[in-house]
């Protein structure tokens, strides 16, 4: 036990420090910062040595060798002004082969008015913004105890008649360790190239000389739109099985998170678990974050059931500040 505070200790302890300047808004395709799993919300999204599911594929590949067999999933996030999130997945855990999985993210404003400051009421037109990854991973259980994966992934962001392009790799490992019970994860997310809006929404028209006369005031010019960073994001993390009898179990996590457009934080987490088949969480997200108490919000509560420990649903509710608070719902099957 004393090995596990220490550990815990040392997990909560290095993301303690400040950064001279944020960097908060610096970089493209933000969907991908919104957790994905119902599940994972609900345990503070703490989750990279924890998940053992489909939604492995986004938190830490790794864990999809703990998948029995066949798993497909998908899970619905509510997030604000009319957008929402979804995900859809499947993974097929081949043994000694390994494991494979394929997964969609995406995100969808609906149909908005085209306002400009001419047609204050709207022009007539109509716009949408829409976010998506689409993922191939595969990992490998190199011992009982040490599983490795990664995952190639393709995102695509579109504003109206623009659009970015990218390619990016997460990478993961999952370690049980010889303590009984405990367990640690690594994960690196985003890994890849940048992303650069481009489209017709940026041509303009262009006066060389606006004082001068008999120029042509109807050049055709393109603004210059600038490159960004996707969210490359570290986590390291910990879970440890406090209680686990045949009827109970009682599960304890916590994850640093190390974010290249954000101050270090701390997620920490606990499930309930009678019999393996009905499951209370709660969490809180974003501890040590300078705002994290200035409007961002980080209690994370939620529940879910396992019937014939093949078809699951699960529910999480994640205070989300000044904003408000969004609901994930999500369900899987286990052949």
Known sequence: MKKLVCLV?????????????????????????????????????????VVNDITALYWNPAGITKMKNVEVGFQHTTWFAGTQLQ???????????????????AMGSGEMQVRTLEYEDGTGETFN?????????????????????GTAKFINSRLWRMSAKTMALDLGVQYQTPLKNLNLGFAISNFGGQMQLAGDNTNTRVDLDPVGSGDNDGLLGNLAVKSWDLPLLF???????????????????????????NERSVNVGAEYAFREMFFLRAGMSNLFLPDANQGQGNMRLGFGLLLGGKIGADYAFADRGDLGSTHIIGASIRL
């Open 9 to 49: 200790g040392m997990v909560l302890c290095l993301p303690i420090g400040t950064r001279a300047q944020s960097k908060v808004g610096t970089t493209s395709a933000p969907f991908l910062e919104i957790g994905v799993g119902a599940r994972n919300v609900a345990l503070g999204e703490a989750s990279v040595s």
């Open 87 to 105: 995900y859809a997945a499947g993974g097929v855990n081949l043994g000694n082969a390994g494991a494979i999985g394929v997964s969609m993210y």
């Open 129 to 149: 913004v829409q976010d998506l990854s689409i993922g191939l991973s595969y990992a490998k259980a190199l011992t009982d105890n040490f599983s490795i994966g």
């Open 235 to 261: 986590r390291i993390g910990a879970h440890y099985n406090a209680i686990k009898t045949a009827n109970n179990r009682l599960m304890i996590t916590t994850n640093a998170l190390y974010p290249n457009n």
